[in-house]
């Protein structure tokens, strides 16, 4: 499995931005896709998931309420949708596939990263 996300930038408090994350390699509606971020110095950050079934699981207090996750079978591409957004939102956030899960050890393929700057 190939994962490409893109959708990051350099944006303000309070904007909002998307991400997405095409998957290619194997039939999209049989993966389950996640969504990690990563400071430097940092562990990767569970940000979201998403299952095959669409059952969606989220992130700590940090994130709910502004972040959303979907996904696209008919373009095999998971999106995260991030409203609101806070310099501690700051990160490079990475997909993630083949598990529904909050642990980075669980998933076996990982796109290369987009950076997400905000700035206050």
């Known amino acids: 499995v190939q994962l490409q996300a893109s959708g990051g930038g350099l944006v303000q408090a309070g904007d909002s931005l998307r991400l997405s994350c095409a998957a290619s390699?194997?039939?999209?509606?049989?993966?389950?896709m996640g969504w990690f971020r990563q400071v430097p110095g940092k562990e990767r950050e569970f940000v979201a998931a998403?299952?095959?079934?669409?059952?969606?699981?989220y992130g700590g207090d940090s994130v709910k309420g502004r972040f959303a996750i979907s996904s696209d079978n008919t373009k095999s591409t998971v999106y995260l949708q991030m409203n609101g957004l806070k310099p501690e939102d700051t990160a490079v956030y990475y997909c993630?596939?083949?598990?529904?899960?909050?642990?980075?050890?669980?998933?076996?393929?990982w796109g290369q990263g987009t950076q997400v700057t905000v700035s206050s």
């Open positions: 390699g194997r039939p999209f509606s049989s993966l389950d």
């Open positions: 993630a596939a083949n598990s529904w899960s909050t642990r980075p050890d669980d998933y076996a393929y």
């Open positions: 998403i299952s095959r079934s669409g059952l969606r699981l």
